[in-house]
């Protein structure tokens, strides 16, 4: 399979996807709450697109004997409040940072999981002096290149804007997957089945608009030459199994994220063999190992 039909197969299944899903410290703003658990260097973990913060339960258990973890709860996401805002990505990234200062963490370490990894990236390419390295599993600095290295957020926009319900104040739409469909979905996310079931209770209890509102973002944000900026080192966790039956290869998948990630300069990609999209849970040892040896250097 060449890199642009592989591409394409990727974006295709995220959009089609997502278009009808449609002593803890407390952040001063309502985008998220905070729960620190550990001693030592912190670490802020960014969890992902209608997901919970529990997601990195496994992680934080195995580094908080010498890390100090700040785990995020995202507002709207898995039952928490939602937040009406315009620009909320742009506005949640800014916030994490003013919680960086606000609890003087600065510089600190930090771990995101898809959406989190491309709001870790771009909040480490704006303020770069307030992060030490970078830790993204599976998230990109751009999803629409995923399937077009081309795209652009001009190009996007149309498309975007009608997928995710933009002229309606991102509404809910009525027609929405099944269970079936998405427990089917999530078959293709994580290898864990028991897990299954836990994704689709997170993806029921967010906020519809808040799923509209963030792919939308995410699908017109570009900070591929932003990234340049980023100071700290950056690690990038990777996955191609979930692919492989479309005929992606390891060596294929590897050059669609060496493409997201050409500007940083100080990046490394490792791609598990055996997870798909929640590596953490999927491939944790390899997973778990491999970031503590990066936090460590």
């Not at 989190?116 to 303020?127: D, K, P, Q, T, V």
């Not at 080192?233 to 979930?242: D, N, Y």
Request: charged share 25%.
């Amino acid at each position: 399979m060449n890199l642009q039909k592989q591409s394409t197969l990727i974006l295709s299944i995220i959009i089609f996807s997502f278009i009808f899903l449609l002593h803890p410290l407390k952040a001063e703003a309502t985008y998220f709450d905070t729960e620190v658990t550990g001693q030592g260097k912190p670490i802020i973990f960014i969890h992902g697109y209608a997901s919970n913060k529990s997601v990195w339960d496994e992680t934080v258990d195995y580094l908080k004997s010498d890390f100090q973890c700040h785990v995020i709860q995202i507002a709207g996401f898995a039952g928490q409040t939602p937040v009406k805002k315009e620009k909320f990505l742009s506005n949640l990234k800014d916030e994490i940072a003013k919680y960086i200062r606000t609890n003087h963490l600065e510089p600190v370490i930090l771990v995101g999981h898809s959406m989190g990894g491309f709001l870790a990236l771009w909040l480490a390419s704006e303020y770069p002096e307030l992060v030490s390295k970078v830790v993204s599993v599976d998230g990109v600095p751009y999803l629409s290149a995923i399937y077009n290295p081309k795209a652009t957020p001009q190009s996007q926009m149309e498309m975007a804007k009608k997928s995710f319900n933009y002229d309606n104040d991102f509404a809910p739409r009525e027609n929405g997957m099944t269970d079936a469909q998405l427990k089917q979905l999530f078959s293709t996310m994580t290898i864990r089945e028991e897990k299954i079931p836990v994704l689709l209770k997170w993806t029921k209890e967010s906020d519809k608009r808040t799923l509209n509102q963030s792919m939308f973002e995410m699908m017109v944000t570009d900070i591929r030459e932003n990234v340049k900026k980023i100071k700290a080192p950056v690690l990038v966790f990777g996955a191609w199994i979930a692919y492989k039956n479309y005929g992606a290869t390891k060596e294929s998948t590897l050059k669609l994220y060496e493409l997201q990630f050409s500007n940083v300069k100080d990046h490394t990609i490792v791609l598990t063999n055996k997870g798909k999209h929640f590596i953490m849970w999927d491939d944790f040892k390899w997973y778990s190992s491999t970031m503590k040896a990066f936090l460590k250097k």
